[in-house]
């Protein structure tokens, strides 16, 4: 039996650092960032939806989608978050399924489901276990305003946008502390893997 385990956590937590590192070691990670940037590109139903709610002002002149744009409407508006989730969130969650078929028809002993949303879409459900990334509040705004290269007040409405990170954590069956240096997180990847292996 394939064990399925869901990667999850804040935004600029440091799930993608988790993801590559499973990566690195030969495990097979479903990236759900990836799969919702395919579902809106040039062409797709997806994006015809979008420019049906948001209109032609959110695309760049090469016809892609303004991701950048996109953002700051729906992380600063409910509502119209709430509208792209309905848009884009039901074709994600369908390739996401067929991607963890697909892996288990391969009798792989482990994969891993990176959803950064995994509990506001209850894919916990999906899950054999799940892993919290978790840093404090202040690293996780100081690392995504230099990464994103946002001001406090847009960390902020990014950082509410989604369940508190204290939550997903709670509700979480591994934690990874990122608060410190990467190569402390991968060692406590490592613990989990070697007890993964050691009861399998
Ligand atoms: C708004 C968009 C265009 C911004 O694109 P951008 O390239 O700047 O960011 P990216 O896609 O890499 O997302 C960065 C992070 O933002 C957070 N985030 C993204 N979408 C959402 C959302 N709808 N609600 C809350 N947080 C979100 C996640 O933590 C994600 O890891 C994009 O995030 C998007 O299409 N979001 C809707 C799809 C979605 O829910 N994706 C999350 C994974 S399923
Ligand atoms: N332990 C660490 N020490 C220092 N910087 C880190 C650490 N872990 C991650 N970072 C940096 O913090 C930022 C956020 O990390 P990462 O992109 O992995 O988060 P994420 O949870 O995947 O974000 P998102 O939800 O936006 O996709 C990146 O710039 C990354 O290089």
């Known amino acids: 039996m394939t064990f399925v385990l869901g990667l999850t956590g804040g935004i600029a937590s440091g799930k993608s650092t988790v993801s590559e590192y499973f990566l690195e070691k030969k495990i097979p990670v479903i990236d759900a960032d990836k799969i919702a940037?395919?579902?809106?590109?040039?062409?797709?139903?997806?994006?015809?939806?979008?420019?049906?709610?948001?209109?032609t002002s959110i695309l760049q002149n090469n016809g892609e989608l303004d991701r950048k744009?996109?953002?700051?409407?729906?992380?600063?508006?409910?509502?119209?978050?709430?509208?792209?989730?309905?848009?884009?969130?039901?074709?994600?969650?369908?390739?996401?399924?067929?991607?963890?078929?697909?892996?288990?028809?391969?009798?792989?002993?482990?994969?891993?489901?990176?959803?950064?949303?995994?509990?506001?879409?209850?894919?916990?459900?999906?899950?054999?276990?799940?892993?919290?990334?978790?840093?404090?509040?202040q690293t996780q705004m100081t690392r995504l305003m230099k990464r994103d290269n946002l001001s406090e007040e847009e960390a902020t409405e990014r950082i509410k946008s989604q369940m508190p990170l204290i939550d997903k954590a709670l509700l979480s069956d591994v934690i990874i502390d990122n608060e410190a240096s990467i190569e402390n997180t991968r060692l406590q990847v490592d613990r989990w893997l070697s007890i993964f292996e050691q009861t399998r």
């Open 69 to 137: 744009k996109l953002g700051t409407i729906i992380f600063n508006n409910e509502a119209e978050r709430m509208a792209l989730n309905e848009i884009v969130h039901g074709e994600i969650e369908q390739r996401i399924d067929q991607l963890v078929d697909e892996l288990k028809r391969e009798s792989l002993s482990l994969i891993v489901m990176d959803i950064p949303l995994l509990y506001e879409v209850d894919y916990q459900e999906k899950c054999d276990e799940v892993m919290t990334v978790f840093v404090s509040h």
């Open 37 to 55: 940037k395919e579902v809106v590109e040039p062409r797709t139903p997806g994006l015809s939806k979008v420019i049906s709610h948001f209109g």
